[in-house]
C-alpha cells in the first residue's frame, strides 16, 4: 500500500472538539444525544478512534457529488461528516427523516441546528417532490456533496442487500448527471471496545438522461433500464467499500 492510500487514524471525534468544530457533526451528535442518549452514550464510551481508507477517492474529486453510504447505526452521519472533512474538508449535506422535525418540543429548534449544517428533512412515506428535488440541484450547482443512505433504514450484519437498496439514489445521479461514491462504515454499532472504519470507495460514473425528473415517476418508469443497473452496480461497489471499512477496523 503506498503512503497516498494508507488509511489515516484520528482520535474520537469527541474528544478532539477542533476536529469537528463549525462542521454539521455536532448538529448530528446533538440529534442523535437528545433522540438516543443510552445509545450515543454507550457508542462515546467505547469508540477509540476513526480510521480512513480510500482519502485518494474523495481529495481527486472535483464537482458534486453524491455520498451512497452504508446504514448501520443512528451515529453514521456523525461518523461519516467528521471522516469527510478530516480527509478533504468536505461537508455533507444529509437528507434525514422528517419525523425529527415533528418530535414534540424539541423537534422545531433541533431542526433548525441540523437545516443550519446543512441537512434538510424528506417525507420517506412520499416521492420527492420538486421542491426536495430542487433544493438537490442547488446543492449540485454549486459543486456540494449530498449523503444519501440508499437502504433507507439502519441494516443489521455486514452484507449490503441489493434488495435494500433504493432506486431514487441512482435516479438522482442520473436526472443530474453527478457521480456517486460509495461509503462504507464499520464499527459504529458494535458494542466492543474498538476502532471504527471509514473507507470513501472507488466513484461510479453516471451519464445525465435527459427529461429525467425523480420528482414525475412516470419519467422514472421510462428510465428504469438505466436506473435498475445502475443500483445494482452502486450495491456491488457499496459491499466492497463495506468490507475494505470492515478490514480496515481490525487491522
Known amino acids: 500500500m503506498s503512503p497516498e ?10 474528544f478532539h472538539d477542533s476536529v469537528v468544530r463549525g462542521l454539521f457533526s455536532p448538529a448530528v451528535h446533538l440529534g442523535q444525544a437528545v433522540r438516543h442518549p443510552i445509545e450515543s452514550a ?3 464510551q467505547i469508540w477509540t478512534e476513526i480510521r480512513i481508507g480510500g482519502r ?11 455520498m451512497a453510504m452504508v446504514h448501520r447505526s443512528g451515529m453514521d452521519p456523525l461518523v461519516a461528516s467528521v471522516a469527510a472533512n478530516k ?4 461537508r455533507i449535506n444529509m437528507m434525514a427523516k422528517k419525523e425529527i422535525w415533528d418530535a414534540p418540543v424539541i423537534g422545531r429548534p433541533l431542526g433548525h441546528v441540523l437545516e443550519a449544517g446543512g441537512t434538510f428533512p424528506i417525507d420517506r412515506s412520499k416521492w420527492l417532490d420538486q421542491d ?14 449530498l449523503g444519501i443512505f440508499p437502504e433507507e433504514h439502519r441494516r443489521e450484519g455486514d452484507i449490503v442487500d441489493p434488495k435494500h437498496l433504493k432506486p431514487g439514489t441512482a435516479a438522482l445521479a442520473l436526472q443530474f448527471g453527478v457521480p456517486i461514491m460509495p461509503v462504507g462504515l464499520a464499527g459504529t454499532h458494535d458494542n466492543e471496545f474498538g476502532p471504527v472504519g471509514v473507507v470513501f470507495g472507488e466513484k461510479l460514473p453516471v451519464w445525465e438522461i435527459p427529461g429525467l425528473n ?17 443500483t445494482e452496480s452502486l450495491g456491488e461497489r457499496m459491499q466492497i467499500a463495506q468490507d475494505e471499512a470492515i478490514s480496515l477496523r481490525q487491522r
Open 5 to 14: 492510500s494508507e488509511p489515516s487514524a484520528i482520535p474520537h471525534p469527541l
Open 42 to 44: 454507550r457508542h462515546h
Open 87 to 90: 480527509t478533504a474538508k468536505v
Open 132 to 145: 426536495t428535488v430542487g433544493r438537490i440541484g442547488k446543492i449540485f450547482k454549486r459543486g456540494g456533496v
Open 56 to 66: 485518494d477517492n474523495l481529495r481527486s474529486h472535483v464537482g458534486p457529488l453524491i
Open 214 to 230: 425523480i420528482a414525475n415517476i412516470r419519467t422514472i418508469a421510462r428510465s428504469r433500464k438505466a436506473i435498475d443497473p445502475l
